[in-house]
């Protein structure tokens, strides 16, 4: 297949490069022989963190679940016993299961969290299915996905809701519960900090009715700990139905992690060797409890989230990392506009600029987890700290047919026309970036706050909106369609309707925010 029509992995693991005994792990974590004596007795609850897919693929995708009878388990084992267990999962064109098309085994194993991410294949095309897992008599909800559209086939439309920003404790998922509930959608884009790392205490636990215990009150830096995160954040029922409704996409930002923190280096002075120790179980936790195919397995505090796909010859799908590669802060003015800053990695900038130059779609969309339009200087943790790299980018979008950004990060609705030259106004527009919300983190919000007039003091700066909510975006091959949603309370309870905001169209050839 051509480099144009799957991206070529960047990173230098492979399953083969893998330890012998990890290799083995993490194979019968995607399949395993059949089994055909019943498993022991299990405890009640296995699939208490829900279902997921994604890594859509035209003949199929990744299935996800993780065992955890006791989610909140505070060993991060999520109340299993140390022992691998088989699972089973069936594939099939109806929700009650009468017109099965594919079955299989993985092994869930507590080196990885007893997670599994079977692939499957061998699916038709454009086509909706349904999934489950099960573990003797105990069986998983129900996951939709739909596969994608054949290589270069024509496709009427596609829609993707954006979120990003999950702090669980400053309020209610309701932006998930209205995503889920969405009738027009296809695919989920997480633009970053689905988890939060910091110690959940009676100061920033907003959400009312919720209650932690006091392993969840420190700063998080252990597997354990990741594991157990996670396990809080996915227990939420509206991010498990968001997971559940169709295949979701993930890239992250620096909350996965540590805030603020660059490259390999900790942005609060953690020595490089303890530092590199916490980038890693970090990573493996975030493989563990994400539908990632195989190329997402870390190696110790390296890994590749960085993937593509293609909606037929409607939509290019570019998904980057803005926070593993990225060079530190810059020590001066001179420094932050040397040339040869960056904050993809060289490497992956060569392969998102071949991507779009060799795209044959009609909407390339990029995927990644700062802002890129240019606001500030003073905002050294978006692109605004990168601008060399931004117009390396800006250029290498220029190449294709309408770009488009998705982003996240600042907790704000935002809706900006990418401008060729942000140095150069006249040379005009490149392409749009949708920026969304947070779900969950900086509690209600409220539609202006004093930062405003930071980014509406530019002309192509369309929308600011400091409420809670989602972006729902659809393709066709005519135009874009972006609708913003938000919803006015989150902190004390999930009843909040959701409101429109703003909608734009940007016609194909035209890369404007109309509002419609």
């Not at 990029?366 to 990168?386: I, K, P, Q, S």
């Amino acid at each position: 297949m051509p480099a144009s029509a799957a991206p070529a992995p960047l990173s230098r693991r492979r399953l083969l490069q893998v330890s012998v005994a990890s290799a083995a792990v993490i194979a019968l974590g995607i399949h395993a022989p059949e089994a055909h004596a019943d498993p022991p007795p299990q405890r009640e609850g296995l699939f208490s963190l829900g279902v997921a897919s994604g890594a859509p693929r035209p003949d199929g995708a990744v299935l996800w679940t993780r065992l955890a009878p006791e989610p909140l388990a505070e060993d991060g084992h999520g109340g299993m016993d140390l022992h691998p267990l088989s699972v089973r999962w069936h594939v099939a064109r109806d929700a009650e299961f009468r017109q099965i098309v594919a079955r299989g085994q993985a092994l869930a194993q507590p080196e990885l969290a007893h997670a599994v991410h079977p692939r499957v294949e061998g699916l038709e095309p454009a086509t909706d299915y349904f999934y489950r897992f099960s573990v003797g008599r105990q069986t998983s909800p129900v996951g939709r996905l739909r596969t994608l559209p054949a290589e270069g086939a024509d496709a009427d439309s596609f829609s993707v809701g954006v979120v990003s920003c999950q702090a669980w404790y400053h309020g209610h998922f309701t932006a998930h519960k209205h995503l889920a509930a969405e009738e027009d959608l296809d695919l989920v884009v997480f633009v970053g900090d689905y988890i939060y790392e910091y110690g959940i205490t009676e100061t920033n636990l907003w959400r009312q009715g919720a209650e932690v215990g006091p392993a969840h009150a420190v700063e998080i830096e252990t597997l354990e700990q990741y594991r157990l995160r996670y396990a809080l954040f996915k227990s939420d029922p509206h991010l498990q139905a968001v997971h559940a409704r169709v295949p979701a996409v993930v890239v992250w930002d620096d909350h996965e992690v540590q805030n603020n923190y660059k490259g390999d280096v900790s942005d609060t002075g953690i020595p490089d060797d303890l530092f590199a120790h916490r980038i890693a179980v970090a990573y493996r936790a975030f493989y563990e409890n994400m539908p990632l195919d195989i190329e997402a397995l870390p190696e110790g505090p390296d890994t590749d989230i960085t993937t593509g796909f293609d909606v037929g010859s409607l939509a290019r799908f570019s998904m980057l990392d803005s926070r593993q590669f990225r060079d530190q802060l810059p020590v001066d003015a001179e420094d932050q506009y040397r040339e040869e800053r960056t904050i993809l990695g060289m490497e992956q900038e060569a392969w998102v600029t071949q991507r779009l130059a060799e795209s044959p779609a009609t909407w390339n969309v990029l995927a990644n987890g700062v802002v890129v339009a240019a606001v500030t200087e003073g905002h050294t943790d978006m692109w605004d700290g990168y601008p060399a790299a931004r117009q390396r980018l800006l250029d290498a979008m220029a190449t294709s047919q309408n770009p488009v950004m998705l982003t996240g990060d600042i907790h704000k609705h935002v809706a900006a026309e990418l401008l060729a030259d942000f140095t150069d106004p006249g040379r005009g527009n490149v392409g749009v970036e949708l920026v969304c919300t947070s779900v969950g983190s900086d509690g209600d919000g409220a539609k202006t706050n004093p930062n405003a007039g930071v980014w509406t003091q530019h002309d192509y700066i369309k929308l600011y909106d400091g409420r809670r909510g989602y972006v729902h975006v659809r393709l066709t091959p005519q135009e874009m369609v972006s609708s913003f949603y938000v919803v006015d309370w989150i902190e004390a309870d999930d009843t909040a309707p959701k409101q429109l905001t703003a909608r734009f169209t940007t016609p194909a050839g035209d890369p404007h925010l109309i509002p419609s």
